[in-house]
């Protein structure tokens, strides 16, 4: 209604929408609304095929607006009727009106002669200014308005602007009396795509329904009271050759052309379908070259049941034909799913088969799934054929023995499958044994399956060269995923990045993705920073894609969460972590699973949540012993643990923990860290400096810095019971001064070291902005970060650093070895871009955005 009272301000109104959108409601309604108006209306009747009865119909509406009985009687008919004239008359008796008037024509579809529309386009151009026309049409009219359109004057509601809304359904359902739940209004609102008419008829039906969302549910074109309407208003109008295009493409999605004239065996497919549509007769264009279509979903509903009602032994093969044209175009997916209507289920089993490997590179994983549902139970392994595509879901969903049973079938049923399906079918084994050796840990077997992979086929088809660039990025992303986890970082990194990197040349998106998202975990273990890079452009790209909670991230938002945690953002850790469990909700893999519970407990020992800590922890070493070979986080999941329990109270049972661990890891440095906590717990300070020296010395073994800043802090700690303070303050600056390039929070918080940063003068401090940091987060008071809308350079960047400290402007100079009129412009170059007005000011707002961990150094 608002719509036409705005479009009312133009001289022209024309309203397009197919039959039932609520045209006529809509002129009726508003002109209820606008009694004080004078009003024309003309409704053209059915195949209205003389012009003469239309004009002479609408002259007698205009002549009705006098009120006099003698000027308003009807026109006659003439055989020297001329169509221009009569515009003139109608023109002549519009002018004379001294009120405000308007015509509304409805139903103009209906004119079937084509000289009518000249006339009409004449008209609705001369109306005079006190005149607004208003046409209501079910196809766009051959009027020549575009002047109209250019200058304004031309207004134009299509059926998107009548299509009820989810709200204005539920306002209908609720005048009637009707009350369904949110999930079943929605429903509804989908089915009818917000037609007039369909929900109407839906409602009549709903009325005194006893099981209305049943009702909801199953309600579609073929309903009793829609499909009477339909085939009434739309499938008996139209000609025989279009009725039977329509029942037979009716087994589509979408149709174009083409496709429509193989399913017919005559040509001219594509001219009635943008017939159709011109027409509004429920057929939407889906592409700008409006070359593919598709039927409005109650249409097809009918459409597909009178096809099996009154040709039922033509739906097979009318699927397989479809199929046949689908897959010669690349369009598996709909191929098999038509190979499955027409019942040939080996047909599909093969066709889905032979494309699996590349769906999955393309992270179609929940479309084969949904394709796997379709097929029938058979006893048995059943379609043996389909082990490879099962094996693909299982190791999705993490289960990775179900998944090895899948694929010692798929393997028996390549010896005797034919070329080419043997070697892609192989192929796709061996590459499914590769991501299950890697989601396993066990690098040796990685290794063997990656070579045969890594070999590409001699002399091979474009087809198999460019299946074998594909199966090098996989074993590129598997080889160096498991060679982060068995601490071969160097490797594991480059690997990560000739695998992105060979994935973003050849335009698999979906792989340069996983690459990202593991070279995010293999990089953290030297350095955060690059860590959290990489994740970063893992979820940019996932995002551009449409995979923002697809499992294949997960790997990048549990490193980013983890990172966060060490950084002390534990706001922000928490946020990407429940993302992280969307995107993990069908993955039970122990790799993943060991990486999310082992972030989740780190989050809860930073918010001094230890018991929820200890949980997660125990998780975490559960999901590692599901591994073939050990983790490199293996020392960080046990030490933790036994940490935490020992915080806990529960020194015996820490103590206990760690006796299981067995051959170097248990000299590594996260577990000889472990065993100082319980010694500071059980009051052995001795003891427990005993245990962080070879950690702090740098020859115990440790995964990251941070295990040797967290035994400096237990050094510190062990100092201060002993009573050689001095020495606890040496021990907690090294802490800081190893802290500070990567921002390392965490170790600050887990080991209770407050007291002693407290302790600390901060101006005598070289790392006091860090210092400022961490009793920020430890006191709960630090803010989340905000960008900045500038960056600072390198140069700006080190000059910051310094002003949380001591030293003066010529002190700082001197530091950084330039003039006082330099740092002079650095300051107001960093005062601008922080949007900082002092000194004081500006250390506020760079700790906000963590800009002050980076070295500053007196």
Known sequence: MAALDQASARPVTIITAPAGSGKSSLLRAWADRHEGQRLALVQVQRDQPDAQIFWIALLTAVRGLSGDAVVAEPATASPDFSGALMVDRILEELAEQTERVCLVIDDV??????????????????????????????????????????????????????????????????????????????????????????????????????????????????????????????????????????LRTSILQRVNGELADLLTGRPGAERILLGLEDANAFVVSLDPERTWFRYHHLLSDLLRLELRRIRPDEVPDLHRRAAGWLTAHGMVVEAVRHLQSAGDWTEAAVLLTDHSFGMMLDGQEETMQNLLKAFPERPGPGFPELGVVRAMVELVHGRLDDAAAHLAVANACSSYAPEPSRRRLRTAVTALNLSLARRRGDLADVMSHAEFLDTPPAGGTDEEMALGTDLRVVALMNLGTVEAWALKDSDGVRHLQEGAELARKIGRPYLEVACLAQLGFAAKLPDFTDARRYCEQAIALAEQHGWGTAFILAPALVTLASTMAWSGEFDHAEQVLRRADIALQADTGPGIGTLLHLAKGMLHAGCGRKPEAAQEFAEAHAQQSRLSHPHALAGHVTGWLAATRARLGATAEASALLDTVEGSLAESGEIRNARAVIHLAEGNASAALTEVEAVVAGTAPSVHVATVVEAQLLAALAYREAGEHEQAQESVERALELAEPQRLVLPFVTTDVGALLEATPRHRSSHAALLTDILDVIHGTSTQPTPVTQELSPTELRVLRYLPTNLSRPEIANELSVSVNTVNTHLRNIYAKLHATDRSSAVRRARELQLLAGGATR
């Open 109 to 246: 579809h209906e004119l079937a002669a084509p000289e009518i529309f000249a006339d009409l386009t004449r008209l609705l151009t001369h109306l005079p200014p006190h005149v607004h026309a208003i046409l209501a049409t079910r196809r766009d009219l051959p009027l020549r308005l575009h002047q109209l359109r250019l200058v304004g004057e031309l207004a134009e509601l299509r059926a998107a602007d009548l299509q009820f809304s989810e709200d204005e359904t539920r306002a209908l359902l609720t005048a009637a009396g009707i009350t369904l739940s949110d999930a079943a209004v929605a429903r509804l609102h989908e089915r009818a795509e917000g037609w007039a008419a369909g929900l109407r008829l839906a409602v009549l039906s709903l009325a005194g329904h006893p099981d209305p969302e049943r009702f909801v549910t199953d309600f579609s074109g073929s309903s009793r009271t829609v499909a009477e309407y339909l085939v009434a208003e739309m499938l008996e109008r139209q000609p025989q050759e279009v009725q039977d295009l329509l």
